[in-house]
DNA sequence: ACCTGAACACCGTTCAAGT
DNA sequence: ACCTGAACACCGTTCAAGT
């Protein structure tokens, strides 16, 4: 694989020109070829394992090489952050089902942020403002607007709802990263037995409710569904 | 004040004796010690200045003293959590006032985070079994089971609502840690004015609501309060 | 302009040695 | 049992030097 097309479609480099690329075919170094390999990074090793010296790694240079294309560990992932919102597809509004399609539109965030995990950390605490982000929430707000609600809740919902599916999808990868599924299931065992077992006098209602409220933690997606639940009939209730 | 009484009340130690404390009256390293130290590091420095250097310097002693006491960092912000949420006050239960008694709670856990910033890291993706998460907890549950909500809903609902607390105080500790209230203000005109510029032929929504989605980035309290609103309708809706 | 090797600064944690 | 100095491992970032 000695020559591949270039992204922007240059001719082939001929094998006698001295400007061919030092390493067999390896793309040059760019903003988006950066944000490919930490997506790639993140999704192997998880939060703890992506590090600069991963993401040159992936890339076959060095550490410093990256700060040519990306000012800082920060920079980068709100570039991947962003690259992941401008995968979302939002459907064109319908105003007889608005409340179904505000709901997918967070689930999808949720889902987004669980495929890349710890990427949700990048996204709390900062005001997307990159073109896939912005197209985003900009076909977030049509849907919203197809329902009928007013102009003030709908700024206040269209940052609380990807508020909630990223907390919640954060929360869920910092599980992820610490155990496996089945030693979450036991974890889960654990704190009930604990719950269960604590002085029904003094904490009379974690007793009696250990099994509630540890029954469905290995099953996270009913829990998300509920409080999803919960705000967009809130939310349908200001019409 | 070279003789303290101890916290378990074991006589003075008489000043001819070789046992009296090397430092002058400084108490010995405890795992409350180092929590009182940690959250004050952690206020007057913030999450990025809280590291196990500067607890230890704050007790006078130097970092491997801690693990004495302490398996880690991650097992230190566990205990801060669980102080923080032991302090919290939660009244009876009055069935006429559930929802509001509800709302104060989880406004009483954004503010506790709001004053520790940082903290909410630590509480998100764990599920809290110290002494003082239990006993909040447990007094939470009575305000739910006054509403007279299923034992299911229950069981959400005190999973969601202070995960919103949680994920709310945290994307505030962020920008705080990040930039003054002054520098906030203006971040966030900027954004409105790159919202306002933005071509109004692919982002329609976005650009006739640059107004309404930054106005009220300065006063986050509204948007909170909305929030909440949103949940605890939802939630009386499960009736 | 882009890339690189080497180094700096910082920090969580460990360990052998002290008392 | 508790504490300590010193060191190790790791990682974000910088910088002078290369092409």
New binding site residues.
Partial sequence: MAFVSSPRDEPPVPPWSKRRPRDSGRP??SRDAIVDAALGVLDAAGYDGL???AVADALG?????L???VS???ELFGLMVDRVAGEMVVPDPDPERWQEQVKDFVRAIYRNFLAHPGLARANLGTIPTGPGAVAAMDRFLGLLIAGGLPERVIAYAADILPLYATAYAFEQSVFAERMTEEEGAEYVRQIHDYFAALPADRFPHITSMAGALTRDDPQPEARFEFGLEMLVTGLAAQR
């Fill in positions: 040059r170094l590090n600069m010296r240079t060095g550490p410093a090489s700060y040519a294309h800082g560990k920060e």
